[in-house]
């Protein structure tokens, strides 16, 4: 059974970079076809996609957010990362990891989800 | 940029039909995605590629996708229902989720 959990800094300060790392336990990250993602949550807000990284070390990032963020993979360790630079307050969020896939017929959903980390950004 | 929308909330009584939509622009091209999150805790997918239910999801969840709706059903909805549900769905390697839906059930 895969399982995701975040860790990170819940706290950061505004115009720094925010950090998280996704640790995959259960499984290897290697494991092929699937996407890691990086999803937030604002405060009593929807769900926002930020990116994802393929095991091949593909990228592909929110257009809104994509000159901010960075997502890596360190395979060594079976961990994923974010970074997201020159936060502000409205980056204040929950950030789940999560595992989503494609196989023959298209997408599928995001089956596996960590259980989320609050970081706060504020001077 | 490519736009899911949903109710912001429905009510339903217990044991009744609790139907939730999710427009988008040919939305029945691609495949929906619902997930069920309850307070405090990490989304859950209930629905995936239109119409599938995941090992554990209970029957009275379903799914339809056609046109430009995506629609959850939940047959004779249960107190443990009441939840925020999302859908989702895949533009261009781009996952969209829709605004999310209060369901009530009272």
């Known amino acids: 059974q895969v399982q995701l959990q975040e860790s990170g800094p819940g706290l950061v300060k505004t115009s720094q970079t925010l950090s998280l790392t996704c640790s995959v336990s259960?499984?290897?990250?290697?494991?092929?076809?699937?996407?890691w993602s990086w999803i937030r949550q604002h405060p009593g807000k929807g769900l926002e996609w930020i990116g994802y990284?393929?095991?091949?070390?593909?990228?592909y990032y929110n257009p809104s957010l994509k000159t901010r963020v960075t997502i890596s993979v360190d395979t060594s360790k079976n961990q994923f990362s974010l970074k997201l630079s020159s936060v502000t307050a409205a980056d204040t969020a929950v950030y789940y990891c999560?595992?989503?896939?494609?196989?023959?017929?298209?997408?599928?959903?995001?089956?596996?989800w960590g259980q989320g980390t609050t970081v706060t950004v504020s001077s | 940029s490519y736009e899911l929308t949903q109710p912001p909330s429905v009510s339903v009584s217990p044991g009744q039909t609790a139907s939730i939509t999710c427009s988008g622009d040919?939305?029945?091209?691609?495949?929906a995605c619902w997930y069920q999150q309850k307070p405090g805790q990490s989304p859950v997918v209930v629905i995936y590629?239109?119409?599938k239910r995941p090992s554990g999801i209970p029957e009275r969840f379903s799914g339809s996708n056609s046109g430009n709706t995506a629609t959850l059903t939940i047959s004779g909805t249960q107190a443990m229902d009441e939840a925020d549900y999302y859908c989702?769905?895949?533009?261009?390697?781009?996952?969209?989720f829709g605004g999310g839906t209060k369901l009530t059930v009272l």
């Open positions: 259960g499984g290897s990250i290697s494991s092929g076809g699937y996407y």
């Open positions: 590629q239109d119409t």
């Open positions: 990284i393929y095991d091949s070390g593909t990228t």
């Open positions: 040919k939305l029945g091209d691609k495949f």
């Open positions: 999560a595992r989503s896939y494609y196989d023959s017929r298209g997408w599928g959903a995001f089956d596996i």
């Open positions: 989702q769905a895949w533009d261009s390697s781009t996952a969209i």
